[in-house]
């Protein structure tokens, strides 16, 4: 795969949803829940340690910054959405394209930090 075809995205996560994370071989997210309507990669590491350092640690004990490649052909679809300030960027997938996401990952999802 070329470089150009696959968009790094990032996502913040705690222990509940990286068990099945890792239960899935490290390939897909899990289902959203009923009041989960929307999937959020983000687009950099800053924003997804921020997350995972300062809410996801709060929340369960533990936040994990995750980094996955998605074939870019799948997010043309969506807008890059800026969720606050400039740096703060990130794809809003509705959950039920969640397993269309889940296909066009290429490779495997890495944990690449971990906050205690």
Known sequence: ???QDVVTLWRPTGPEELAL????GWRRWPPRLPDQPIFYPV???????RIARDWNVKA???GYVTRFD?????LDEFD?????GETILEYWIPAERLEELNDSIVG???VVQTFR
């Open 60 to 62: 369960s004990g533990v």
């Open 43 to 49: 687009l950099n590491e800053d924003y997804a340690v």
């Open 80 to 84: 890059v959405q800026q969720a606050g």
């Open 1 to 3: 795969m070329v470089e």
């Open 70 to 74: 998605v074939r870019r052909a799948f």
């Open 21 to 24: 994370v890792e239960a899935s």
């Open 108 to 110: 495997t999802i890495e």
